[in-house]
């Protein structure tokens, strides 16, 4: 089966009403610099953002993400889910990107891109930074799971269900995992995508893979935590995910605003001399005398 589909997560955008966060970073700049790139690559068959997207819940940064957002996907005709995260107001994400005044609804909900289903999950917990689903939502995704999709399913919500290598974070990740285990084993569920901890991480549940993708808004030093130290630092990055019958594939992507060009060949050429039998100097040599550089 040829069909794939391509999906970009883009999570942790924290966008705020003004200014920038902890004085040094433009979130929102950000976020119009990844989908300014998004466009000219053209290959996306949907976005989903996985929570976090404002910084404190203000209405002004939901408005400032959905002119963005929403000119990118009426521009492109891509699709949007937007799942909510610890850092978002519940009442405000409804009213201001769903235009649901005055509900505090959970915002579970599904993505058709053809055969691909995407069942978005809202994991946050009205009391705390921990993620959490109730008997209702599980039941839902039971009943939702039901029936396999052409193409298999993905399902995305905002805490991990997986721990990570930072142990206060993981007091704050999803709670119960294992009931969410019971519920997609065994199922057409391709993958499980999370964000929240700002640094990447793969693992499994339930026999599904699982993928937390890092934040666009700034990174979290793993390497600080051995040093009993939890440190926020600048940088961006965002996840593609490649479906097909047979699976589905995350790559990490790095986004480097002012990012320098070392080389680039065009694909055709490189792909007529991939299997080539002369040595690697000799290939580069000849790549770079036949393409652009
Ligand atoms: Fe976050
Ligand atoms: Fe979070």
Known sequence: MSESKVIIQLSDLHIVADGSLHGKVDSFEVL???LARLEESGKLDAL???????DTGEPEAYRRLRSLVDAFALRTGVPVMYLPGNHDDRATFRAELFD?????????QVLWIDGLRIIGLDSTAKDGHHG???DEQLAWLDEQLAEPA?????????????????????????REPERLAEVVEGRDVRMILAGHTHHVSGGALGGVPVWVA???????????????????VTGSGFTRVDVDANGAYATHLTFIPDDVVLYQYDLELLRSHIGATMPAGELEAELLAAGEH
Do not use: C, M, W
């Open 32 to 34: 119009a610099g990844i």
């Open 214 to 232: 890092t934040a666009t808004a700034y990174q979290v030093d793993v390497a600080a935590s051995d040093a009993g130290l939890f440190r926020g």
């Open 48 to 54: 989903l953002l996985t929570g976090d997207l404002a």
């Open 100 to 108: 649901d005044e005055g509900s505090e609804a959970k915002s579970d």
């Open 150 to 174: 052409p193409l298999g399913t993905i399902v995305a919500f905002h805490h991990p269900p997986i721990p990570g290598p930072i142990d206060v974070i993981n007091l704050i990740t999803l």
């Open 132 to 134: 959490e689903f109730d």
